[in-house]
């Protein structure tokens, strides 16, 4: 048995979705950012969050680049990447996210890593419902997790990236696999680091699976929140020495970090429209 056959389970989504419109009518749910009370709703993103959080969140995605995920303003260039990545390497086809690494999306992902499912759970179907259609277009074969440090693995109750991608790959109907990425070498946390510590950080800090070995299939990578790229990038790396295809990054949060240079094509993204 597979890895994703032993975390999924068949459920009619019609009686789930009604079940859980009931549910929510006869025990309204708390938001799960604000704990505030919501609205019942049969959106499983509006079920999650309120009214005020969800169209908060919702709306940091209404514009972005699709190389690297950051939003951008509505006049940015990007067909050549945006001011946020431009001059750096990223070696994946897309990046989806939800929106840029900033309150209150980035209060909603640090509790998310913290192990609040609810947030887990919210998020992902967010994301989803805003990427969805985009990811099921690109057709991965594969959905793959960042890993987490055996050492850090054994110090949480549960991993959010594992989760994330469990969700995803329910979604897609893609095959899971949880251990095709392996990370041997304890490296420093890289929110910790300037952009070229991090990549020195984890630099050949990933490696395929014992076992792993693929047959050009695409592959959808999951992380919580890409910023420099690095961690991916390494990824990328060991996944494609096994003989992986392109790579696609779904991340909740994209982190831009320090403000590049502006670029004069961007000059138009300042300009406020008519």
Not at 97 to 113: D, F, H, T, V
Request: net charge positive; proline share 7%.
């Amino acid at each position: 048995m597979d890895q994703s056959s032993q975390h999924q389970k068949l459920t009619n989504p019609r009686l789930h979705g009604w079940s859980r419109t009931l549910r929510d009518w006869l025990f309204p749910p708390a938001c799960a950012l604000c704990h505030q009370e919501s609205e019942p709703s049969t959106s499983h993103a509006g079920g999650s969050f309120c009214h005020d959080c969800r169209e908060q969140l919702h709306a940091a995605s209404a514009w972005y680049c699709p190389r690297c995920g950051a939003v951008v303003g509505p006049y940015s260039a990007t067909h050549e990447g945006c001011i946020h990545c431009r001059n750096d390497r990223l070696d994946m086809q897309h990046v989806w996210s939800i929106g840029n690494y900033e309150p209150p999306l980035s209060q909603a992902i640090s509790r998310a890593k913290q192990g609040d499912l609810a947030l887990i759970q919210g998020l992902t179907e967010l994301f989803w419902e805003i990427h969805g259609q985009a990811i099921i277009a690109w057709q991965p074969d594969l959905v793959i997790p960042v890993p987490v440090q055996w050492i850090d693995r054994l110090a949480r109750s549960r991993v959010p990236t594992d989760e994330l991608a469990l969700l995803i790959s329910q979604r897609l109907q893609a095959k899971l696999l949880l251990r095709a990425l392996r990370k041997p070498r304890r490296t420093i946390p890289q929110h910790q680091l300037s952009g070229k510590e991090r990549r020195k950080n984890i630099r050949l800090a990933h490696q395929a699976g014992w076992r792993t070995r693929f047959t050009s299939q695409k592959v959808l990578l999951v992380d919580d929140v890409l910023t420099t790229g690095s961690t991916a990038n390494d990824c990328i790396r060991a996944l494609q020495a096994s003989g992986s295809g392109p790579v696609a990054v779904a991340v909740w949060g994209r982190g831009i970090g320090q403000q590049h240079t502006p670029h004069p094509q961007d000059e138009a993204s300042s300009i406020p429209p008519i």
